[in-house]
């Protein structure tokens, strides 16, 4: 009776299994399947990717000191990187598999402007997180062109207008005004010359011919690695720079520089960093490329869950990756940013790894970086305005995001409300330092809407 009663289990049990592999009854049977029978298959699970030291590579670090790559079936090397060039050049030539990078490299790698290349986002890194900072000189004459409050705290944002007198100044005494950025096509240099131009200070203009970006220029600014900008500004080299954390906390700390606005300030909520792979690679290996994109959302959800962030400021201030004191870090990190020596203000949002669809790669953001390099020159001449969604679509690739966290929601790790619905464009905004409107579907109109920069029919 026994033997009869397992057969009869063992018929029931096939059964079931026969039935759920055909007809209308496969559908239902694959929503309950258990995550492990619907890992992505990988190509490529021994991966090296770059990074430079930087709070905003956070991700990369995160993903794999929480195990978030190892659950994907994917063994990382994340290794620090010498300046941005280095970053671009070894992941266009496949040293790199993919790497933390500023937003505008692989823009310019595809809208013809430095070294050419197929390079794509499927990945956003970050909102926010720079600031601009000058040294104590500087700020000693800017402080008085500052308005206060009753209390007698510099009221912000502080606008470059407060700079402009100590510009003057520093040329009448035969001194140009030197100030640094962290590449020509970085984050920072759009910033800073969006900061200056908003005051009427021309921060020079780059041509076919002239790659420098001085012509004409009010400021002369020039590249400087992160980690060297507090030594070059304490050496008088220049005046000031736009970086990103932890270096602007670190001039705070060594007492040599007042960071005096962020990059929050200067358009609320922008977008920063990108993780970038070629072309080539998500070709060659499509399900690797989900996989590394499911890891990194992941860790941009846990570093924006309530009390991580300490133990964030920890992983970061090992030597592998930002090498720089917790107590630097944690300055902007966690909740906080510190001005003038004694002056931290709240400033919850001024670093974002996952809050408003922080990771999505959308088109309106990419666009905003290709209106500032035909702004500068960077561009040289006039493109209609459908030239820039056409070239954006081929470089950021909200596709394989969505691939990524449909897969996420289906297991559990991010609630479904966490996926934008979207063409892509964000609403148009006037969240920027001076009020002007961008609307990512009209790129000519907001290149023409500015005083100081290149003009298009």
Not at 324 to 350: H, I, Q, W
Not at 396 to 422: F, M, N, S
Request: aromatic share 10%.
């Amino acid at each position: 009776m026994k033997s009869l009663i397992t057969k009869a289990s063992l018929l029931f049990s096939l059964s079931v299994v026969l039935f759920s592999c055909g007809g209308k009854e496969k559908k239902k049977e694959a929503a309950t399947v258990p995550v492990a029978e619907t890992k992505l298959t990988i190509e490529k699970p021994q991966l090296t990717f770059g990074f430079i030291k930087l709070t905003d590579m956070a991700p990369l670090a995160i993903a794999k000191e929480k195990g978030f790559f190892e659950d994907e079936g994917l063994f990382v090397s994340v290794e620090a990187q010498s300046n941005w060039k280095n970053v671009l050049d070894r992941v266009i030539d496949g040293q790199l598999d993919g790497s933390h990078m500023l937003a505008g490299q692989p823009i310019a790698a595809g809208a013809g402007f430095g070294r050419q290349a197929e390079l794509v986002t499927a990945f956003s890194m970050d909102l926010n997180g720079n600031g601009i900072t000058v040294s104590n000189d500087v700020w000693s004459k800017m402080k008085a062109n500052v308005p206060k409050d009753v209390d007698g705290k510099p009221i912000h944002p502080i606008k470059a207008d407060a700079l402009k007198p100590v510009i003057n100044e520093y040329k009448n005494a035969g001194k140009p005004f030197k100030m640094g950025m962290v590449f020509p096509v970085s984050t920072h240099n759009y910033e800073i010359r969006y900061w200056l131009a908003a005051a009427g200070i021309n921060p020079g203009m780059y041509t076919a011919d002239n790659v420098q970006g001085q012509i004409d220029a009010q400021v002369l600014l020039s590249v400087t690695p992160p980690p060297q900008m507090p030594a070059t500004l304490e050496a008088g080299t220049i005046y000031g720079y736009c970086v990103g954390e932890p270096w602007n906390q670190q001039a705070v700390f060594k007492g040599i520089g007042v960071p005096v606005v962020t990059n929050y300030e200067i358009w609320k909520n922008n977008p920063e960093k990108v993780f970038v792979m070629t072309k080539k690679f998500i070709e060659q290996y499509p399900n690797t490329a989900v996989a590394v994109t499911k890891a990194l959302i992941r860790a941009g959800k846990w570093l924006d869950e309530p009390g991580n962030r300490a133990e964030a400021v920890k992983i970061l201030s090992m030597s592998q990756y930002v090498g720089a004191d917790e107590a630097v870090l944690a300055n902007s990190m966690t909740g906080t940013f510190e001005f003038e020596k004694g002056d931290k203000r709240d400033l919850p949002d001024f670093n974002v790894f996952y809050k408003y669809n922080a990771t999505y790669p959308f088109y309106s953001d990419g666009i905003w970086f290709l209106t500032q390099m035909r702004r500068w020159g960077q561009i040289p001449e006039a493109k209609p305005a459908d030239w820039y969604e056409k070239t954006i679509k081929n470089i950021y690739r909200p596709d394989i995001w969505k691939k990524a966290a449909d897969r996420l929601v289906k297991e559990g790790k991010i609630p479904a409300t966490d996926v934008p619905k979207t063409d892509g464009y964000k609403p148009a905004t006037v969240d920027f330092i001076d009020g002007t409107k961008y609307d990512a579907k009209d790129p000519i109109g907001y290149i023409n809407s500015f005083k100081i920069g290149n003009k298009d029919k």
